[in-house]
């Protein structure tokens, strides 16, 4: 008689509702697996929820499965490690570096946070304590098995996977997962349908059961160039005689940046002003570039334009140095949403002269000081100080590593027949709601909008 086939279980741990803090669960009876293992970021109730106990014994975890190493995806890695976990984290072979990275950079923000507060006193915790430290990083990463897109990869009797590319940023991948005759497809964060650095991502045909990312379910991107948009503000910066400051994501968009402005600069359409890097992040992460030349669509000239008559700023008394210099100038600093790093110096300093551009060149996540000044606020509290908000601030729209609603679409079309469901996670509600309606109106097949701590049994 034929074994019936025990229920999957799939709960979501986080980007559930909200875009940060992915982590899925999936469960036999014998086996469980987790598909990335992001941190909460944005707002105060969010983050908070990076301090509650783990909702996943790390003994009964036989794997981590990651899509890419954006640390809404990664960054709660170490805190699983100082848990206990020590099974695989299998990851592709950049996705291995660029989290290694990421990681750090989390590592050091937070210890330095938590020197800070202590040192200041603005913590309501005596002592302020990072959740994870440098040493917690080291012990994450021998955990690390990879593997390249398009081999699949048996895990146990119950799991087996394969990655394949996403087009989202460096090494990014979406998750097949064979569980006891069923497929899953796990989308991680997807590209668009033609991304400026990457390919396009890959698709699939079949699958049971689709967890798709829903970050701009309800938008669609505007068609102008980013060449165009960028060019513009360059200009009108300059003609105020200021300086251009852009937060930006040390992956992907600080490399999209470089090779936007120095095309721009090398044909004649920007004055030729100085151009600072100042994200050791995203300098490690150009790196890694040159090294997995597989895993971009750039050729080797265009690898080299994008750190041509770039300054690269590794400490910060360079960063010091390059506010004291007058005249127009370019600095690209992390962190993209303002939520920490080396731009939070820049800002202190121009933020109260309207001269000065801030120009915001990604997706702004509820609760991140780069969501309120995009939103208009006046004032921004950075250090436990309140600085006004006087400088231009500008948002770039063509450029993201997110596909939009009909990239979305068009990726899920590939599928020949529908799947058992479709759940939607990886969105604020808004987006959310209206991808839900889209899907069931223009393929009709069955959605559910992904909660947080919810278990769902899949037969
Ligand atoms: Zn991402």
Known sequence: MLQKPSPIQIKFLGGAGTVTGSKILVKTDRHQVLIDCGLFQGLKQLRLLNWQKLRVDPDELDAVILTHGHLDHCGYLPVLVQNGYNGPIYATPPTRDVTNIILLDSAKIQEEDAAAANRKGYSKHHPAKPLYTSGDVEMTMPLFE??????????????SFCFRKSGHILGSVFVELKCQGRKFVFSGDLGRRQPILMEPPAFVQEADYVVLEST?????????????????????????????????FAVERAQELLLLLNTLREDGSIPAIPIYLDTPMGIDVTELYLRYRDWHSLSDAECRTMMHNVHVIRDYVQSMHVLDKQGPKIVIAGSGMVTGGRVMHYLERL????????????FQAPGTRGNLLRSGATELKMQ?????????????????????????????????????????NHGEAQALEAFRLKITDTLGWPVTIAEMGTTYDLQ
């Open 146 to 159: 990879t593997y390249d897109d398009g081999e699949w990869v048996v895990i146990n009797e119950d799991f």
């Open 216 to 248: 701009y379910g309800d938008r669609l991107h505007a068609q102008t160039s980013p060449y165009d948009e960028l060019q513009e503000i360059v200009h009108h910066t300059v003609a105020k005689g200021g300086v251009l400051v852009i937060p930006s």
């Open 351 to 362: 933020l109260g002269d309207s001269q000065n551009t801030v120009l915001l060149v990604g």
């Open 384 to 424: 436990g100080r309140y600085y006004q908000v006087k400088a231009e601030v500008r948002q770039i729209s063509t450029l993201s590593a997110h596909g939009d609603q009909s990239d979305l679409l068009w990726w899920l079309s590939h599928l020949k027949d529908a799947p058992q469901r479709i759940f939607l």
